[in-house]
């Protein structure tokens, strides 16, 4: 037997599809969108996956700009850049790649964001507006573990989902958006004391922390169905996810691989988004 | 026997002494705090409410404007309202008294209230720093219920919290609160299946839903703290929480009274914060 893998790939394809033809319909009545990615840091896997987002970006119709102010770059001048950004008509989609230097904060960065631009939803006003119900563009990665679950039919209302990981950019915000959708939601986390009770009473296990291993078999039980948030690198040059696969998958009903799972469906949301900024101002 | 009352009214007097100190030297210095408090509606308990704001917030030297826009204002008029008070000079802190009129949303025209002299944290800017962990104020009944945790000394770091609740006023907001205290929190709902077993599962119970009657001795077990923030009136003229205390009392070890807990905490907390705002423009 063996969990059903919640693959994300078929639906990335199928999510990169509509935005090709959203971007090909706005290219021709005003331009074609385009994304701005600033980066401050010469962090190898961050490298890697801006010219994974470039290379996407370019394939559905998307330009995309990276401005590289290098791993010395001050806050000061990070905010300029990202205000500059925010206000250039051309531009209509901004990301602040991370990490940042020492020293510079990623939340106060990320104010300096427009909101309308904010397609990975990084601002905290946007994290607000999404926690009241407004509309705001949510971070790429926690709307990834819903649509995935969404496209799935794994039901959310009324179920017990259990977040593993407070980060503002991923536990915190997917959270707001499970409750928005009627889940009843718990956030675990490191100082959390036996982790494993909160886990094996879930309906649904999210696990994002980014800890290799983090779950194993002893966190599930038969019936959990289980989204493994997790990007870690291997010594080999592979990635595993927070999930013990080995040990967890002939346990559970349904398990999302890494890669193949959240990944490229965040990939193809923040496409998405950027289709959507670029449509809102035309 | 019965359980611990976790009182707010001493509490309370002891915020309030600080807090008309802080603003006696204001005086002395720049000129007493001023409050802000917008109504658009004719509500008996909202008038009481903003009566009793109105007189604590004299007794500790604060000055309290009422600006009362009619139960019939437009959306535009409140934001127009809120927009020139967040821009005036002697107004250092701004509240917007709900409910408000049929199709005037409060999270939108909260968005209109400087995040300065936002001092219920009521803009949506306010609770995205809040989820992120830069400064803002905290929605004050949110922010109580940890306050009154605290002086009672009931730990929360990696202990189990259950909000009943999700508003985006207070169980939203005190579900921040709680994980940046270390606090592993469900938030549970209307849509919530089992309530019971998530409530008798926690080793802190928050009610906040404002129905009487919400919880009652089959929601809880021996050794469960319960914080009730529910204040609905009764037929006579009183005051209950959604807590019924009559049979939760007897099972758990700790239970907030109301009146008389989380109220009089929320609004010294209140106050507190338009001292800070005041002490902040200085």
Redesign the interface.
């Known amino acids: 037997m063996g969990a059903e893998p919640l693959a994300g790939t078929e639906l990335a394809r199928t999510i990169r599809e509509e935005v090709a033809a959203t971007c090909a319909a706005l290219a021709e009545t005003g331009g074609r969108p385009r994304l701005a990615v600033v980066v401050a840091t010469d962090d190898d896997a961050s490298a890697w996956y801006v010219r994974s987002i470039s290379r996407a970006a370019a394939s559905v119709g998307i330009d995309c700009e990276i401005r590289d102010l290098g791993a010395a770059a001050s806050a000061d001048r990070i905010h300029e850049e990202l205000r500059a950004l925010s206000a250039a008509p051309d531009v209509h989609a901004v990301i602040l790649q991370t990490p940042l230097p020492d020293g510079v ?1 990623v ?2 960065a990320s ?1 300096a964001i427009d909101p309308a631009k904010d397609v990975d939803g990084a ?7 999404l ?4 509309p705001a563009f949510a971070p790429a990665t926690a709307e990834a573990v819903v649509t995935l679950l969404d496209a799935f039919g794994i039901g959310l ?2 179920r ?1 989902v259990v977040v593993v990981g ?1 980060s ?1 950019v991923v536990g ?1 915000p997917l ?2 958006l499970l ?1 928005a959708r ?1 889940a ?6 490191s ?3 036996e982790l494993a009770g ?1 886990t094996r ?1 879930a309906d649904v296990v999210v696990a994002a922390v980014g800890r290799a291993g983090l779950l194993t078999s002893e966190h599930v039980v038969p019936g959990t169905v289980v989204v493994d948030v997790g990007t870690n690198p291997t010594d080999d040059g592979g990635l595993v996810g927070d999930v013990e696969a080995s040990t967890v998958g002939p346990v559970v009903t349904a398990l999302s691989p890494v890669p193949g799972g959240v990944g490229p469906v965040t990939t193809a949301l923040l496409l998405r988004n950027v289709g959507r900024a670029a449509g809102e101002r035309e």
Chains 1, 2 share one sequence.
């Open positions: 904060d939340a106060r104010e601002n905290p006003v946007s994290l607000g507006r926690t009241v119900g407004l209302a009324g017990h407070r503002p915190r959270a707001q409750l009627d009843t939601v718990t956030v675990c986390h100082r959390t004391t909160h009473a």
